[in-house]
């Protein structure tokens, strides 16, 4: 009997669905997968999917500053 657990990765999106999950096309996800900022899952040439966690932490990840005085007048190279 196979008794090892294997963790299960979460729910996994199709390439259209992962594009309408963070609004952007198919070559964004791509060149951010190259970059090293997503992970798809391949299984084969034509059979990729997305992890919903690793898109939501992208997405999560972009929508935070990384300069968190951006926008502070009292911080030397701000926008003025």
């Not at 070559?27 to 990729?48: I, M, Q």
């Not at 932490?57 to 926008?79: F, L, Q």
């Amino acid at each position: 009997m196979y008794t090892d657990q294997v963790e299960p990765a979460g729910r996994l999106l199709t390439t259209r669905n992962a594009c309408r999950h963070v609004d952007a096309s198919r070559a964004t996800l791509y060149r951010a997968a190259r970059r090293g900022d997503l992970h798809p899952v391949r299984l084969s040439r034509h059979f990729t999917r997305w992890p919903l966690a690793d898109l939501d932490a992208w997405i999560k990840r972009a929508a935070t500053p990384e300069d968190k005085n951006v926008g502070d007048p009292t911080h030397e190279g701000s926008a003025p």
